[in-house]
C-alpha cells in the first residue's frame, strides 16, 4: 500500500502479518544463506512460524518498541530491514537487516536502513541507533561502515555455536553523526551528478 522507492527497480514497505505466506516463499529462497547469522526464530520454517514472526513485528510496532519493513525488487519480496528494539524515550534503538542471495551487492539493504534510521532520528528523536553483527559476518560489518558507524566495541564468546562461541560487535550512529553522514552522502550525490 505505501512503498518508498530504493532504486527504480526496488521498494520498501510495511511488511504486515498477512504477507506470511510470501513471507514464507522467501524465506525458502533466503533461510540457508541467512540462518548462520540471524535468530533461529527469524528465518521462519513453516506458515506458523511466518505468522508468528509478523505478529511478534506487529505488536512491537504498534507498542512503538520495534517494526519490520520489506525490500521488494521488481514485485518481490527479496529481504527486508528491523527494528529488533525501539525505545523513543530512553533515545535508542536497534537495526538489523537481511537479504536472499539473489538480491545482494546493490546496495538494497543500505538504501533501506538509510531511510528507517533517517525516520528514527529525524523525525522520532533517537539519539544512538545500534548495530550488532557476529564479529565473522564481513557483509553485516560493511552495511555498518557504509551507513557511517563506529564500532563501540565487541562483546565476547556471547552466543554458543557449535563447540565454540561468537563475538558480537556492538556497532553505533550517534544522531549528530548521522545528520553530517547524511549530509556529505547529499554533497557527494550532488557532485556526481555535477560532474
Ligand atoms: C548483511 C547483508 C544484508 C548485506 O547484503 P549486501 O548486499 O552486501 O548489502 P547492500 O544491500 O547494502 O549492498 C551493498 C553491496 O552492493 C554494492 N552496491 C552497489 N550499489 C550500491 C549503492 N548504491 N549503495 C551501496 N552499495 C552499493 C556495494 O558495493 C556492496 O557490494 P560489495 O560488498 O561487493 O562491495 C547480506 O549479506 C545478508 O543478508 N546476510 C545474511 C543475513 C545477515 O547477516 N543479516 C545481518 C545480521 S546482523
Redesign the pocket.
Known amino acids: 500500500m505505501f512503498a518508498l522507492p530504493l532504486t527504480s527497480h526496488a521498494e520498501l514497505r510495511p511488511l504486515e502479518s498477512w504477507m506470511a505466506e510470501e513471507f514464507l516463499d522467501h524465506m525458502d529462497r533466503a533461510r540457508e544463506?541467512?540462518s548462520p547469522?540471524?535468530s533461529p526464530t527469524f528465518a521462519a520454517a513453516d506458515l506458523a512460524e511466518a505468522r508468528a514472526l509478523l505478529r511478534r513485528y506487529a505488536d512491537l510496532r504498534a507498542r512503538d518498541a520495534g517494526g519490520i519493513w520489506g525490500i521488494w525488487l521488481e514485485g518481490t519480496l527479496v529481504?527486508g530491514v528491523l527494528f529488533v528494539s525501539f525505545d523513543a524515550a530512553l533515545g535508542v534503538c536497534e537495526a538489523?537487516?537481511?537479504?536472499e542471495p539473489g538480491a545482494?551487492?546493490?546496495?538494497?539493504?543500505?538504501?533501506a536502513v538509510e531511510r528507517i534510521v533517517d525516520w528514527a532520528v529525524l523525525e522520532r528523536g533517537i539519539q544512538r541507533v545500534e548495530w550488532?553483527?557476529?564479529a565473522e559476518?564481513t557483509?553485516?560489518i560493511?552495511?555498518a561502515k557504509?551507513l557511517g558507524m563506529t564500532l563501540d566495541g565487541t562483546l565476547r564468546q556471547v552466543y554458543p555455536s557449535g563447540d565454540r562461541r561468537i563475538d558480537i560487535e556492538v556497532w553505533s550512529v550517534l544522531a549528530g553523526e548521522w545528520r553530517s553522514h547524511r549530509t556529505q552522502a547529499a554533497a557527494d550525490t550532488a557532485e556526481t551528478i555535477d560532474s
Open positions: 544463506h541467512i547469522w540471524v529481504g538489523g537487516c537481511w537479504l545482494e551487492g546493490r546496495g538494497l539493504v543500505t538504501r550488532r553483527t557476529n559476518n557483509p553485516s560493511n552495511v557504509r
